[in-house]
């Protein structure tokens, strides 16, 4: 078993189409930087085949929905001391989701299963995988800027694990879900 | 009685440590979610077996009704790598700290070892 100390994995694969070469610009959706206002499936819109891929993407924007009433949660309340889920937060969680279903969809016509969502006492948020390839674990903080705390292995043992710098690292991630999908 | 009364006392791997979990950490699915792995005040507190049964583990709860237990090997979670200590109380000799960093790894390795020693659902 391999352990990635933080998830950078892009060197030689940079010939992915998708991918920004050194000193490029990204040119596409897939490496936009997250924002907490981009709506379902804007993407898709000018798409003519937007309605069957927003219905393999259903299940994603099902998992989403049903977590939104995390945000309702009142301090402490895990009966101790936990901190609410920020409005913020849930956002960024939900545009990564549909982000990355999107473009495992669009590279490798697969309709990424949904995450389990949960709130996590300091306020951050977990997004957990469990399938028969593979299990993850993305773990979204409150706070703007902070990294963000990630563990994945492959049924054949491969791991990535670290915090990844979420405007760049995260790239490094949808990679690893990627091959993860073709392997 | 006062703090540090019961003196801190090696705990052995084969023995058992039990953990509280809230219903806000069971999931639909009636899993434990990884939210459920955290530290509190320095370390994640738990209750050793020596001292302490499952059911009293839930009685020490705001609200027990609300908590299931969770049950780990004290080796394992030593291997996973976390530190177990003793660290007993006035009111409570098995209170029991897990120190270390509670990351995404850490995590979901632990929520790979632990056995239910009492569902959310089972009686008082």
Redo the contacts between chains.
């Keep these: 078993m391999t352990s990635e100390p933080a998830c950078q994995p892009f060197a030689g694969k940079q010939h992915r189409a998708w991918f920004p070469r050194p000193g490029e610009q990204p040119k596409d959706w897939a490496v936009r930087p997250s924002t907490a206002s981009v709506p379902p499936s804007d993407w898709l819109e000018k798409d003519p085949s937007s309605v069957v891929l927003q219905r393999k993407l259903a299940p994603i924007e099902a998992a989403i929905s049903d977590s939104r009433s995390i945000v309702q949660?009142l301090r402490g309340?895990?009966?101790?001391?936990?901190e609410p889920i920020s409005e913020t937060t849930w956002r960024k969680a939900a545009a990564f989701l549909r982000r990355t279903a999107a473009i495992v969809l669009a590279r490798c016509s697969v309709a990424l299963a949904a995450p389990?969502i949960?709130?996590?006492?300091?306020g951050s948020i977990?997004m957990?995988w469990q399938t028969p390839r593979f299990?993850l674990?993305?773990?979204i903080p409150p706070i703007d800027g902070e990294h963000w705390?990630?563990?994945g292995?492959r049924k054949s043992g491969f791991?990535i694990?670290g915090r990844i710098d979420p405007e760049n690292g995260r790239l490094g991630l949808l990679l690893w879900l990627l091959e993860t999908h073709k392997s | 009685m006062s703090d540090g009364e019961w003196p801190p006392e090696e705990i052995p791997n084969a023995h058992t440590i039990f953990l509280r979990v809230h219903r806000s950490f069971i999931g639909p699915d009636g899993a434990p979610t990884p939210g459920a792995i955290k530290d509190h005040g320095g370390g994640m507190s738990t209750n050793w077996a020596k001292y302490c049964d499952a059911q009293a583990a839930r009685q020490r709860a705001k609200t027990p009704r609300d908590n299931g237990v969770l049950s780990f090997n004290v080796g394992t979670v030593r291997s996973s790598p976390q530190t177990v200590e003793h660290t007993p109380t006035a009111d409570d000799r098995s209170h029991t700290d897990v120190f270390g960093e509670k990351t995404a790894a850490i995590r979901l390795r632990l929520l790979e070892s632990f056995n239910w020693a009492i569902q959310l659902n089972d009686p008082l």
């Design positions: 949660l309340w895990d009966d101790e001391d936990a389990k949960s709130p996590c006492s300091n977990d957990l299990k674990l993305i773990n705390d990630v563990f292995e791991t694990s």
